[in-house]
């Protein structure tokens, strides 16, 4: 699998997910088997590119390359010229977000929402390339599968974007429409693929080994991106990747493994936000990691009420360690409401 110059590990990826895969996350779904991890979407507004949020979401100090930026915004010369800014400061792929159901840009509807305006959407992959082709920098861009089900347009915008100079396209398998409810369809991605010689990533609602290998094999898809399953459950990448290599099932971490992934992960994660604001943006991924876990709901409560970030470590490693009395390994955790919406995506970057 390769993206321009670019060759990857495997065709396991993560998800953008804006609030979610920061340096810290992305280099741990890395460790865990993920080829491939694309930044939280940086906006194309200039005026908020030395904001705390926006400068936090370019550091990529330490982790594995590609380093691949998303950038987001309605202006054709505005995502060009973001796209040199984050090359100057490493980016080495750029993604364009035509995925999130609700990014307000300049008070215009960014995201998906520019799948209705074809013509906008291919001059903006066109400006987008223009810049970063001379500078050797291929251009990725992730969308959905239309508008609504009436206006299922991801087939014609992928030949546009092929044909203007696209090196990858993943396609998130529901309209925007139907923002994050209802299944993820596979049709229109295989008919994507069947149509582009450019890769093609299937994405939406893979969960499992067995999920992933269905989804290759009916869309016939260069790669797999993952996103909510990897919450509190990074592991996934190399359960996928050993059951599409052997067609068995890896076993599952011991407490013990997980208790100190997810330490180094929340030490990780103190350092890029500082102790107060990490302390608080870690307990989503504290509550991802004991979501569905013997227990696990009244760990969460509890930790939400510590304030110091060695108190919620502790408590963490504690809690873990008393699942490691009666589990040598993680049990399987019961299914949890993954209904959420990302508020996050609908703030500006
Ligand atoms: C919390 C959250 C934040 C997201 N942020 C982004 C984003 O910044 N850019 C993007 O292209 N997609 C974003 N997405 C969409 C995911 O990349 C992915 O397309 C979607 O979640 C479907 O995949 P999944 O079923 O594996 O989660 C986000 C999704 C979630 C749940």
Request: with cysteine; aromatic share 6%.
């Amino acid at each position: 699998m390769q993206i321009g110059p670019h060759l990857l590990p495997n065709r396991l990826f993560v998800a953008p997910m804006a609030g979610v895969t920061d340096r810290p996350f992305r280099q741990l779904c890395r460790r865990l088997g993920a080829g491939y991890a694309v930044s939280e979407m940086v906006t194309s507004r200039k005026e908020l590119w030395n904001s705390l949020k926006t400068s936090r979401r370019a550091d990529h100090s330490g982790e594995p390359g590609p380093i691949a930026v998303q950038i987001a915004g309605t202006d054709a010369a505005m995502l060009a010229e973001a796209a040199v800014h984050n090359i100057e400061r490493g980016a080495q792929i750029i993604d364009i977000n035509m995925g999130c159901p609700a990014k307000k840009v300049c008070n215009k509807w960014a995201g998906s929402a520019l799948m209705r305006n074809e013509a906008l959407a291919l001059e903006i992959a066109e400006a987008v390339v223009a810049v970063c082709a001379p500078r050797g920098v291929p251009v990725t861009l992730k969308m959905r599968t239309g508008w609504s089900a009436d206006e299922r347009n991801a087939l014609r915008l992928a030949r546009l974007f092929e044909a203007a100079g696209i090196a990858m396209l993943t396609i998130h398998g529901r309209t925007r429409e139907q923002g994050y409810k209802g299944l993820a369809e596979y049709d229109t991605i295989a008919a994507v693929k069947a149509a582009l010689a450019i890769p093609v990533v299937a994405n939406g609602d893979i969960d499992s080994p067995e999920k992933a290998r269905d989804v290759l094999a009916y869309t016939g898809a260069d790669a797999l991106m993952i996103g909510r399953a990897a919450q509190g459950r990074p592991w996934i990448f190399r359960e996928v990747t050993h059951f599409l290599a052997t067609g068995e099932h890896l076993a599952a971490p011991t407490v013990a493994e997980a208790r100190d992934w997810f330490t180094e992960h929340l030490h990780d994660h103190y350092g890029l936000y500082g102790e107060l604001s990490g302390m608080r943006s870690a307990r989503k991924h504290i509550g991802w990691a004991v979501r569905g876990l013997p227990g696990g709901e009244a760990f969460r409560q509890h930790m939400n009420t510590l304030e110091h970030c060695q108190a919620q470590l502790q408590a963490l490693r504690d809690w873990f360690d008393e699942l490691g009395q009666t589990h040598d390994r993680l049990p399987p955790a019961a299914a949890a409401n993954d209904d959420q919406v990302p508020a996050d995506e609908a703030g500006v970057a």
